[in-house]
Nanobody, 123 residues
């Protein structure tokens, strides 16, 4: 199917910055939406930001003005630039992608998740 590999998490002080990357691989035909979600301990997974193939972006209110999502469609890669980080941004960040892949016989829809990358912001 389609695999997502994330990188870029880590430990940073409040006010600092991090950049996450996620690349999709496999027999990809198209990737319609790529984005980021996060899950803090004992909380539900929530949307952070998404970007469509035509450049439309969507952000959670809590990250607007601080985070920027971008895509390199040629590389099937999505980035999340996180600035002015706060302790409440601490979570495991998951990459998500939706699109179509070639199964060898047919084109099929896919929805995939990455393995998650830890982001920890210290106060």
């Amino acid at each position: 199917q389609v695999q997502l590999v994330e990188s870029g998490g880590g430990l940073v002080q409040a006010g600092g910055s991090l950049r996450l990357s996620c690349t999709a691989s496999g027999m990809i035909f198209s990737v319609n939406v790529m984005g980021w979600y996060r899950q803090a301990p004992e909380k539900q997974r929530e949307l952070v930001a998404t970007a469509t193939s035509d450049g439309t972006t969507n952000y959670a209110d809590s990250v607007k003005g601080r985070f920027t999502v971008s895509r390199d469609n040629a590389k099937n890669t999505v980035y999340l630039q996180m600035n002015s980080l706060k302790p409440e941004d601490t979570a495991v960040y998951y990459c998500n992608a939706e699109g179509a892949y070639y199964s060898g016989t047919y084109y099929r829809d896919f929805g995939s998740w990455g393995q998650g990358t830890q982001v920890t912001v210290s106060s």
